[in-house]
Each structure stands twice: as structure tokens, then as C-alpha cells.
């Protein structure tokens, strides 16, 4: 399986004068611009995605549809999983459901995101934290399990969108 974390893109700023709840909070437009920017990086990775599951916080999703689209890939789930905090043992039972093989994105939150990541290609407590509109790539030979992912790639938010932009140097 080829897993790629992707943190939503930048949003506005908490303000519970205009968000009572945090969960609704959405992207800036010029948040929006930038993950799509990015999201054409991971076009360039990779032309063919089997699945995009996001939390369905209002910023998660509205990156989870940008990235779909640029993607062009149709099938988008939300997952309660990947709320900040979520259930982490039933994101890794969601994912091995997958088909062997999978291409999958997913979009959510830091610092669960940074933490999956850790866990995935180290070990509990290790913590590889994402930038706004920033993406890692996971490859897992077998099983998707803590401890058993392999760290191919992991990119700032300007990385990605340089290499979207068709330029190959990216470092």
C-alpha cells in the first residue's frame, strides 16, 4: 500500500465569534489556492489514487475535495477516525481493509497527523509533524501496522507545489 498524510490547507484563524465550534472553521482563499497547488505535486507523484479519506472537519474536507479533484480520483470518504484525537487503532483496521496495493490519501489534522506518521514509520511516541498543505508519503510492503511503514517521501507545502508547477528540483 502507498499512503500519502496530507495535512488540510491553510484556514482561518480560530475565532469563536465566527466558528462556535472549531469543526466548521473553513479554508482561507488563499489557503484554498495553495493546497491546490500543492495537491497538483501529488498529481505528478502519482497519476492513479484509489481513495481519499478526510475528516469531516469543514477545513479537512473542503483539501479533501480540492485534492480529489486535482486527483481526479472519485472515491472520498469521510472518516470519524481522523477528527484531531480520533481513533488511530480504527484508522490502521480501515486501512488494512484495503485492497493490497492501494493508493490511498489521507487528510487531516496535526498533531495526529505528525503522530500517525511517527507511529507508522517508527514507533509510539515518534512524531514527524506536516506543514500546512504538506504531505508525506508511507509505503507498507505487508501489513499496515505501527512499526511496519517505510517513510518514502515527506515534503514542505512549497515542495509540493514546486514540483506541481513542473519543476523538477524540489529541495
Known amino acids: 500500500m502507498r499512503l500519502i498524510l496530507f495535512r488540510h490547507g491553510p484556514a482561518g484563524q480560530r475565532d469563536a465569534s465566527l466558528w462556535a465550534d472549531d469543526s466548521l472553521r473553513p479554508l482561507t482563499a488563499k489557503g484554498a ?3 491546490e497547488a500543492a495537491a497538483r505535486g501529488l498529481f505528478r507523484e502519482s497519476r492513479r489514487w484509489d481513495l481519499i479519506l478526510t475528516s469531516p472537519y469543514r477545513r479537512a474536507r473542503e483539501t479533501a475535495d480540492i485534492v480529489a479533484r486535482v486527483l481526479r480520483c472519485g472515491r472520498l470518504e469521510e472518516s470519524s ?3 484531531p484525537d480520533g481513533d488511530r487503532a480504527a484508522l490502521v483496521r480501515r486501512l ?3 485492497a493490497e496495493g492501494a493508493r490511498i490519501v489521507v487528510v487531516g489534522h496535526e498533531p495526529s497527523l505528525g503522530e500517525i ?3 507508522f514509520c517508527a514507533a509510539p511516541g515518534a512524531y514527524l509533524p506536516l506543514r500546512k498543505a504538506g504531505a508525506a508519503c508511507v509505503e507498507f510492503e505487508a501489513e ?3 512499526g511496519s511503514g517505510r517513510l518514502r517521501w515527506l515534503l514542505l507545502p512549497r515542495q509540493l507545489r514546486r ?3 513542473g519543476k523538477e528540483d524540489v529541495c
Open 33 to 35: 489556492r495553495r493546497t
Open 81 to 83: 477516525e481522523l477528527v
Open 144 to 146: 499496515v501496522a505501527p
Open 163 to 165: 514540483l506541481g508547477s
Open 117 to 119: 506518521l511517527g507511529e
Open 96 to 98: 488494512s481493509g484495503e
